[in-house]
C-alpha cells in the first residue's frame, strides 16, 4: 500500500502532520494527516498495556477537539459523551469504570437530550506531537495528561454549559 503524507492543516487543531494519511468516520472532522496521526497514538496504546491504561483520556480529548458533522444525531451523542466524560473526569475526578456508564448513558439517549456546544478557538494549536514522541510508557501517559489538560483548559471556563449539557442527559453532580 502506497504511504502518503499530508500538509494540510487540520480543520479542528490547526496543525499540518507529516503522518500517514487516514479517512478519519463521519463522527470526527480532522484532516487525514491528523486522523493518521491519532492512530499511530491509539495503534501504540492497543499494542502496550501500560499506554493502554490511559486510551480513554486520550480519545475523550482528541474527541472533544475534534467533533465531526454535529447536524447528524449519532456524532452529536458521540461528542457529547467524550466531551462529558472530559469534564466528569478533569473536574471531578470521576475514574474510567464510572465513566464507562456515563458514556454509554448518554449514547443511549437521543440528541434531542443534548445540544451542540460549539469548540472554543483556544483549542487551535493544540498538538499531540508529544504523545508521539514519548519513549516509553511513563513518558506516554504523562504527556497524555499534559495534553488533554491543554484541552481541557480550553473548555473549562465554559463549565456552566457543560454542567447544564450533563443535566440534559440526567446526570447532575
Ligand atoms: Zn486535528
Redesign the pocket.
Known sequence: MAVTYSSEP?P??G?SYSAVEIMPPTTVL??QG?WGGFNQILANEYSDPARMAIHHLTVDAYMAQ?PGDIRDRFTLSAFNSHLLALYFNREFGVGQVELRKIRAEIAAKSAQHGAWLSPPASLLGISFESLLAAENSDEHRAAVVVWADCIWHCWEPRKMELAKLAAAYGLER
Open positions: 487540520c479542528r487543531c496543525i480532522a484532516s491528523c475534534h
